[in-house]
């Protein structure tokens, strides 16, 4: 089984994606929307033609496959904000000077996840950042659903274990505090086993998290910002993040 990497280049490479996004993330999630066309089976949205959409393509069937959603600062411009500033102020990223990329809108099919799949996802990701200079990226990542109580051990790892410093730390423009647990009250091991796969691969690139998550009942998650800063990613993490991820 073979894959290929590339940007939308069509509208029917960009529906491809929301076709992908709606499988997963409203039949499989739960998730709704204003702009959600159930009739269509599409999931998109008003950012969605403002931003680069990266595609991995299962080559014998020309099936998409995976997607990731990319928002460079200019394109955040012209479309009058980033899309994470819906739930989080990013005043401190914006103000830092540096070069942004705002990820989002990662799946796979489910037919596609733990295997390469999920490498040529990552891979095409870096030849971006690469191509672009991009020196942080950032973006929502989600838990599946709002149960607050059941999420209180892994949200509360995050922000004892991995809040951003200050000079790039977000905070939810609804304010819902991650410490729902004291630190010593957490077991790592099992916290870690109730975090989704993509953000557990930030945190193994060195990612950190913004302060306060974000309940999403529309969409049905639980979302907190990831940052990760590239120029502070040492050679093994920049060796992975060009690697494959693996799920889990």
Same mark, same amino acid.
């Given at each position: 089984?073979?894959?290929?990497?590339?940007?939308?280049? @069509?509208?029917?490479?960009?529906?491809?994606?929301?076709?992908?996004?709606?499988?997963?993330?409203?039949?499989?999630?739960?998730?709704?929307?204003?702009?959600?066309?159930?009739?269509?089976?599409?999931?998109?949205?008003?950012?969605?033609?403002?931003?680069?959409?990266?595609?991995?393509?299962?080559?014998?069937?020309?099936?998409?496959?995976?997607?990731?959603?990319?928002?460079?600062?200019?394109?955040?411009?012209?479309?009058?904000?980033?899309?994470?500033?819906?739930?989080?102020?990013?005043?401190?990223?914006?103000?830092?000077?540096?070069?942004?990329?705002?990820?989002?809108?990662?799946?796979?099919?489910?037919?596609?996840?733990?295997?390469?799949?999920?490498?040529?996802?990552?891979?095409?990701?870096?030849?971006?950042?690469? @191509?672009?200079?991009?020196?942080?990226?950032?973006?929502?990542?989600?838990?599946?659903?709002?149960?607050?109580?059941?999420?209180?051990?892994?949200?509360?790892?995050?922000?004892?274990?991995?809040?951003?410093?200050?000079?790039?730390?977000?905070?939810?423009?609804?304010?819902?505090?991650?410490?729902?647990?004291?630190?010593?009250?957490?077991?790592?091991?099992?916290?870690?086993?109730?975090?989704?796969?993509?953000?557990?691969?930030?945190?193994?690139?060195?990612?950190?998290?913004?302060?306060?998550?974000?309940?999403?009942?529309?969409?049905?998650?639980?979302?907190?910002?990831?940052?990760?800063?590239?120029?502070?990613?040492?050679?093994?993490?920049?060796?992975?993040?060009?690697?494959?991820?693996?799920?889990?």
């Amino acid at each position: 089984m073979t894959f290929s990497v590339s940007l939308a280049r @069509t509208d029917a490479d960009i529906q491809a994606a929301q076709a992908l996004r709606y499988q997963v993330f409203v039949e499989e999630m739960g998730a709704s929307g204003q702009q959600v066309d159930h009739a269509a089976k599409l999931e998109r949205d008003y950012f969605d033609a403002f931003c680069d959409h990266l595609l991995i393509t299962e080559t014998r069937s020309n099936q998409v496959i995976g997607t990731y959603r990319l928002m460079r600062r200019k394109q955040a411009e012209a479309a009058g904000r980033f899309y994470s500033e819906t739930e989080y102020d990013l005043d401190t990223l914006k103000s830092s000077g540096r070069s942004l990329l705002e990820v989002g809108r990662s799946c796979l099919h489910p037919q596609f996840r733990g295997g390469s799949a999920l490498f040529h996802l990552w891979s095409g990701l870096a030849d971006y950042v690469a @191509t672009h200079r991009i020196d942080v990226l950032f973006g929502v990542a989600s838990f599946p659903g709002t149960d607050l109580d059941q999420l209180a051990e892994p949200l509360s790892m995050l922000h004892h274990g991995f809040l951003a410093p200050e000079w790039l730390r977000c905070r939810s423009e609804v304010f819902q505090s991650m410490a729902l647990l004291p630190k010593e009250d957490v077991d790592r091991k099992r916290a870690m086993l109730q975090i989704p796969a993509l953000i557990k691969a930030y945190l193994r690139l060195g990612g950190v998290i913004g302060e306060g998550a974000y309940v999403d009942h529309s969409f049905n998650t639980t979302d907190v910002c990831m940052i990760l800063d590239t120029c502070a990613m040492t050679d093994r993490q920049k060796r992975m993040f060009a690697g494959p991820q693996v799920e889990g």
